[in-house]
């Protein structure tokens, strides 16, 4: 009996709760329980050892990690999936421990993520991070691209070397002014510059065939209401692609950088494009800085459907 009551101690927590769920469902180290719980490692390792000591959860070894699971339910599991309906992250951390599968399979990325540290890191005649750019856009179709956010649009006049039409989308008039004169200069009569903001971009409807983010999301005031302004602004079948940090911890940003929002987990960014109605959501991890403070990008993509 003593041993019964423990136990319903341990499972009052709902933090306690959420690890189970998430140890019935798949393996996990105290590493990937970080990712999704987004919680530090330490207060992870205290659920985890409170649950062991009760002999609801059981690990292993696998090379320098441990993998834990939940260790016969048994009668408790019935007990464990009602209180998941009382749980209103359980949805989230799904979500979550989804992503983190897909990245444990996925060891391509990590092969990529090496590859990209080198890249550029040794002369080699004729390789530059401009001549692949170059390259890429050469292979892109001419198409009309709103990009949200442009700033002075260094990249939007990128994109209209090859793109149909650019719209170029920033709050700041002073911003537009400069990037419309840049342009001008430069003779790119198919780039346009407009004053506006992201949840409300001044771009007809269905007219684009990709909304473009390029770190610009992160100072939108209401994110979700961007994506979804941006669902709007796109064609059948156009495509959003967004380019953000990673979330970080550098309250600095906020005043340097005017942040409004510390980045984004992958989590977020596929929600905020799943709620807003995009299809075939992907994401990656495309860089990691080395310096302190140690940003990373996150490129999430969706599509609306046709």
Partial sequence: MASILKSLRVLSDPNRLRLLLLLEREELSVAELQEILSTGQSRISTQLALLKQAGLVEDRRQGKNSLYRIKDGGEYIDLLHA???????????????????????????????????????????????????????????PMVIGDLGAGEGTFSQLLAQRAEK???????????????????????????YRVGDLESPPI??????????????????????????????LKPGGRIVILDLKRHHFEQARE?????????????????????????????????EKQTPAFETILAIGARGR
């Avoid at 990209?116 to 002369?123: M, Q, S, V």
């Avoid at 911003?175 to 200069?185: D, S, T």
């Avoid at 995009?278 to 990691?288: A, H, K, L, P």
């Fill in 204 to 233: 007809e409807e269905g007219t684009l065939d990709i909304a473009f983010f390029s770190q610009s999301l992160h100072h939108a005031l209401h994110p979700r209401q961007a994506v979804c302004a941006a669902w709007r602004l």
């Fill in 166 to 192: 650019v719209i170029a989308v920033d709050n700041s008039a002073n911003m537009v002014e400069f990037g419309a004169r840049l342009a001008k200069e430069s003779g790119l009569t198919n780039l346009e």
């Fill in 256 to 288: 340097m950088y005017a942040d409004t929002w510390l980045g984004f987990s992958e989590v977020e960014l596929r929600a905020f494009l799943e709620e807003a109605g995009f299809t075939r959501v992907e994401s990656w991890i495309v860089d990691r």
């Fill in 83 to 141: 209180a998941a309906r009382e749980i209103p992250e359980a949805a989230e951390d799904t979500k979550a421990l989804q992503l983190v599968l897909e990245k444990r399979r996925d060891r391509v990325r990590g092969y990529f993520d090496e590859l990209a540290g080198k890249f550029g890191r040794d002369y080699v005649p004729g390789r530059s991070w401009k001549g692949l750019a170059e390259t890429l856009l050469q292979l892109m179709p």
